[in-house]
């Protein structure tokens, strides 16, 4: 039995949390953190996605909150409410530095937030923004990480299958790792990977956590690999199942969220097997682009990675960054809208 959303909200607090660098758009994030017998867990769909795509991110939040998701070695509340098996060694995921698209000249600075990551996912394609901007950007995460470090690019859709062509034959030229969503839609991104005829491979993201058939990607062999967020996807053991059905390596991604809400992306990954030292990094160090998050301990990267681990709020800052009594009315609403879907 799903709660219902009189107890989601019971010890629920809406926050906005300010971004050192605008990332899609936005320099603040809102979200709603709740607490369930597990912990706490968030809920946060971006402010302009509609009804019926956020009942995807509650049922992630109800899951960490209340589906007894346990934490690899055994830290969390949920693994004493339900019984936790014999204690691992505490995880950690490697991940990688999130570069906004800020100009080339910041790239040094920027990175330094990321202490440790040997790998960079670079923000291209950004609107108003022009290739050689992309190559610039890229160029420098290349000259700070070495010939060693790893790039990857992320387009979110931007391009045409032609510029996506032309764009990463130059981009391969300072050595990317792999391309998420170069194109919006799974035929574009088979041409993209036909054409491209393995110089660079493709991830698929928004062809995942945004499609009415999130396998769709992987059965039409669109993609090298999957990028996978938890809480678009309905939480740990549905995106789990979807790679698993996919067989396709993945990549586990944050959707910006508080620490509370990359806490559920590091059991995500851990689930996955990606919480040890060789795996593939994460994109799940985007706590370091927060300004501000609502613990004193955030899961920021230490030398290279976060660990798996549940996170509580600290009440203070949960207080200091509480949201105005309009935007915590909004965001309420919106979770009855969500869990009457569910
Ligand atoms: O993967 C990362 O390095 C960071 C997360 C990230 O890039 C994203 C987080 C939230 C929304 C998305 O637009 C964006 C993405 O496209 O992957
Ligand atoms: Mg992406």
Redesign the pocket.
């Known amino acids: 039995m799903l709660p219902s959303a009189d107890v989601l909200l019971e010890r629920a607090r809406v926050v906005s949390l300010p971004l050192t660098t605008r990332?899609?758009g936005i320099v603040t994030r809102e979200l709603l953190l709740l607490e369930g017998p597990d912990g706490w867990a968030e809920f946060s769909p971006?402010v302009e996605y509609g009804d019926a795509e956020t009942a995807n991110w509650l049922a992630a939040a109800i899951e960490f909150g209340w589906g007894g998701i346990a934490t690899p070695g055994g830290n969390g509340r949920a693994d004493a409410a339900h019984g936790s098996p014999a204690p691992a060694a505490a995880a950690s995921v490697p991940v990688?530095a999130?570069v906004p698209a800020i100009p080339a000249a910041d790239v040094p600075e920027l990175l330094a937030r990321f202490p440790g990551c040997r790998t960079a996912?670079v923000?291209v394609a950004e609107r108003g923004q022009s290739l050689a901007d992309d190559l610039a950007r890229v160029r420098a995460v290349r000259i700070a990480l070495g010939p060693e470090g790893r790039i990857r690019v992320?387009a979110?859709g931007g391009w045409t299958v032609d510029v996506a062509t032309a764009a990463l034959t130059e981009l391969a030229e300072v050595g990317l790792e792999y391309a998420?969503?170069p194109c919006a839609t799974v035929p574009e991104l088979a041409a993209v990977r036909e054409r491209l005829g393995g110089l660079v491979r493709i991830a698929a993201?928004?062809s995942v956590r945004k499609a009415e058939d999130p396998l769709a990607v992987a059965r039409a062999g669109a993609a090298d690999l999957l990028?996978i967020?938890a809480q678009p996807l309905g939480g740990v053991r549905r995106a789990a199942a979807i790679v698993a059905e996919a067989g396709l390596p993945a990549v586990v991604?944050?959707?910006?969220e508080s620490s509370v809400g990359v806490a559920q992306g590091a059991h995500l990954a851990a689930a996955l097997g990606l919480a040890h030292e060789t795996a593939a990094a994460?994109?799940?160090?985007?706590a370091a682009l927060l300004a501000a998050d609502v613990t004193a301990h955030p899961l920021v990267p230490v030398a290279g990675a976060i660990p798996v681990a549940r996170v509580t709020p600290d009440p203070a800052l949960l207080a200091a960054h509480a949201a105005s009594p309009e935007r915590d009315a909004w965001w309420r609403e919106r979770l009855r809208r969500a869990r009457a879907l569910l």
């Open positions: 990332f899609r971006f990688n999130t996912k923000k992320d979110n998420e969503q993201d928004e990028v967020k991604s944050s959707a910006l994460c994109g799940l160090g985007t």
